[in-house]
Each structure stands twice: as structure tokens, then as C-alpha cells.
């Protein structure tokens, strides 16, 4: 029993019985409404896995989420909520598409220019919020929201000026092509790729008819990136800490204020890669009207609460959020299925995970009580 109590508070089995327990919630709301649970998984585990192309936009649309996911926990780790990663993916997509449709570079100019760009723009909303925190004391939370409408209305403004709006549109312009950071987007689309990959039925269906880029090459190497700064630097030590214990941080000599304005300064800056990579490799390569969040930002809580105390574990569930949200799609469509079935098994998962903090003190107190009856 011992090791079965071990097995329990183990965060990864843990987190494994939360999407397992949402699957089932998921499957007796879809019986009480009158649909067939088992064929309506089958459908939605189809809809992921039956095709090339299906896998491989599962794997492009979880990198923004992967990348907000990593932003968020990134300021957990910190002692920090960064609700406002919404608002930095969206000032990231504001700028990169404004600086590729006025920049005319070369590509390997071009590229990095305008993600950077994205990227600062992000950082620096993110810093706004740490600053406002570590300077007048204005939680986080309340400032993130702020700033996420903020973002949503500039991207309106933006969208519909005489500058950069498209014609009979809701958007802009796309950036220019050299701004792109889809892999063979010019050889796919030519004679001799056309021609090579209609020999190949496995990689014409996965790059020929899908937004193949680097963004979920990019995203996997930041979680990386984020593990290293978190657990193998000096400030990342702080930030900790801080996150940990204010107290104590302060006791040792660290400077609280400016490492919060630093943590929140590096979340925004993901949450600003994540903007920009969608705009440079994915979609239209533009932005256009909000009339309400696309919760890239706000889907990457949820992956960050599901990852288990680890930035690898975002990778996974930004997975698993992108292929639930995917077989939505499919779910609504063949079965007539009510599609938001899917945001209750989001909801429900994050639910249960939420849930897993107390599984170790439920575990003792089972086992507590199980000694003291024998």
C-alpha cells in the first residue's frame, strides 16, 4: 500500500488521472444529451491521428500555446500570475505585422528583424506589469487585464487603418514573403516540389497542405531555454525565491522589485515570440478585428497549470490542448455534437489538475487513518 500511496503523489500520475477523469466527465455529459461517447472519441481521436496533415496542424497550432504556456509558467515560478499573456501575444502580432508589411528586407534580415520586433513588444508590455508591481504595488492581475484590452482595441485600430488595411477585409496585408518563416514555402508551391511531393503522399499531405514552419521546432527549444535560465542560473535561483519566499529573497541580499520586473519582462518576451511566429508562419500572415480574445494567451494558464512543475511538460500539454481544440472542429461537424464539449473537457481536466496539488495530503490522511484502523 506504501508504494501505492508513493505512485499517487507522483505529479505526472497525478496529472495523467486528471485527463483520464476529464475524458470520463466528458463521455457522461455526451451520453446525457444523447450522443455515443465511444463513437464520439473515435471521432475526435480520427480527426488527430488518421491523416499527415491532421498530426502535423495539431503540432503547428499548439506552438503558441506551448510558447504562452511556458510565459505563464515561467511567472508562476516567479510568484507571479501573468494573465496578461493575451495582450502580449497580441501587441507581438500588432508589431511584427506592421514591421513586415513596411520592411523590405532580405530574408535573412527580414525574419529576424520583424520577430524580434514582435518579441520586444511583447517584453516590454510584460515589463509594464512588472514595474507597475515592483514600483506602486498594483497587482499583476489587475494590470494584465487592462493591458489585454488595451492590446485588443490597438489591434482593431491597426486592422482598420487607412495604412495597412486590406480592401473588402477585416484585416491587414500580409507581410511580405520574405518575412516568412514557413519551411520550403517556395520550392512546395513550384513545379519541381509540386512534382516531388506528388510522389510522396506522406509529405505532400503533411507540407504541401499545411503551414510547415519552424514555430514548433522554436517552441520546443525555449522550453529549453526556460529550464536552464530557471535551474541552472544565478537569477534564475532568485527568481524562485522570490516566488517561494519574498522574505527570505529580501533576508539574502535580492532585490525583489527588479527581479519581478525581470521575470515579467522574460514572460512577456515568450508570450511575444508566440505572436510573432504565428504571424510569420502561420495563417494569413496578418492580423484583422478582434471581437473577442483568441485565448492563445489564456489557453497557455491551462498548459502551464497541466505541465506538472516543469517547462517539458508544457510541450506536452500544449499538445494535448491543441488536439482537443482541433477534434472539436471534427466532433460538431460528423456527429452534430455540440463542439464546446471539448471546452468542458478542458475545463474538467484543468479541474482535476488543479485538484492534484492536495492529492499528497489526501494520500497521507487515507493512509493515516488506514494505520490507525489496523
Same mark, same amino acid.
Given at each position: 500500500?506504501?508504494? =501505492?500511496?508513493? !505512485? *499517487?503523489?507522483? $505529479?505526472?500520475?497525478?496529472? /495523467?488521472?486528471? #485527463?483520464? +477523469? %476529464?475524458?470520463?466527465? &466528458? ?71 506592421? =514591421?513586415?508589411? !513596411? *520592411?523590405?528586407? $532580405?530574408?535573412?534580415?527580414? /525574419?529576424?528583424? #520583424?520577430? +524580434? %520586433?514582435?518579441?520586444? &513588444? ?253
Amino acid at each position: 500500500m506504501k508504494k =501505492l500511496d508513493n !505512485i *499517487l503523489k507522483n $505529479p505526472l500520475v497525478s496529472t /495523467v488521472l486528471a #485527463i483520464i +477523469l %476529464g475524458f470520463m466527465v &466528458a463521455s457522461v455529459i455526451l451520453l446525457a444529451v444523447g450522443y455515443k461517447p465511444g463513437q464520439c472519441l473515435a471521432v475526435m481521436f480520427n480527426a488527430v491521428f488518421s491523416r499527415p496533415k491532421f498530426i502535423m496542424n495539431v503540432i503547428i497550432k499548439s506552438s503558441p500555446i506551448i510558447l504562452t504556456g511556458l510565459s505563464v509558467f515561467f511567472a508562476f515560478k516567479s510568484g507571479l500570475f501573468n494573465i496578461g499573456a493575451e495582450g502580449q501575444y497580441i501587441a507581438s502580432t500588432i508589431v511584427t505585422t506592421i =514591421l513586415g508589411i !513596411i *520592411l523590405d528586407l $532580405p530574408p535573412l534580415i527580414q /525574419v529576424p528583424v #520583424i520577430v +524580434l %520586433g514582435g518579441v520586444l &513588444a511583447g517584453a516590454l508590455l510584460g515589463a509594464a506589469v512588472g514595474f507597475l508591481k515592483a514600483k506602486f504595488g498594483i497587482n499583476e492581475v489587475i494590470t494584465s487585464i487592462m493591458f489585454n484590452w488595451i492590446a485588443l482595441y490597438l489591434c482593431n485600430y491597426v486592422s482598420n487603418s487607412e495604412r495597412f488595411h486590406r480592401p473588402e477585409s477585416d484585416g491587414t496585408f500580409s507581410i511580405r514573403d520574405s518575412g516568412f518563416t514557413n519551411l520550403f514555402y517556395n520550392w512546395k508551391f513550384s513545379k519541381e516540389g509540386r512534382e516531388y511531393l506528388k510522389n510522396n503522399q506522406f509529405l505532400n499531405d503533411a507540407v504541401l497542405k499545411t503551414d510547415f514552419s519552424l514555430n514548433f521546432i522554436i517552441a520546443v527549444i525555449m522550453a529549453f531555454v526556460v529550464w536552464l535560465i530557471l535551474y541552472k542560473t544565478v537569477k534564475g535561483y532568485e527568481f524562485r525565491v522570490s516566488g517561494i519566499n519574498v522574505d527570505a529573497a529580501r533576508n539574502n541580499g535580492m532585490c525583489v522589485e527588479r527581479n519581478i520586473v525581470y521575470s515579467m519582462l522574460i514572460a512577456g518576451a515568450l508570450s511575444g515570440l508566440a505572436g510573432a511566429l504565428t504571424v510569420t508562419g502561420t495563417g494569413s500572415h496578418n492580423i484583422h478585428v478582434l471581437a473577442i480574445f483568441e485565448n492563445n494567451g489564456f489557453n497557455g494558464m491551462s498548459v502551464a497549470l497541466i505541465a506538472g512543475g516543469t517547462p517539458f511538460g508544457c510541450i506536452f500539454a500544449g499538445l494535448l490542448f491543441s488536439g482537443l481544440i482541433y477534434a472539436g472542429q471534427s466532433l460538431q461537424f460528423k456527429t452534430g455534437a455540440p463542439s464546446e464539449i471539448v471546452n468542458i473537457m478542458i475545463g474538467v481536466i484543468v479541474f482535476f489538475v488543479a485538484l492534484t496539488q492536495f492529492m499528497p495530503t489526501l494520500v497521507d490522511m487515507i493512509s493515516k487513518r488506514r494505520n490507525k484502523d489496523v
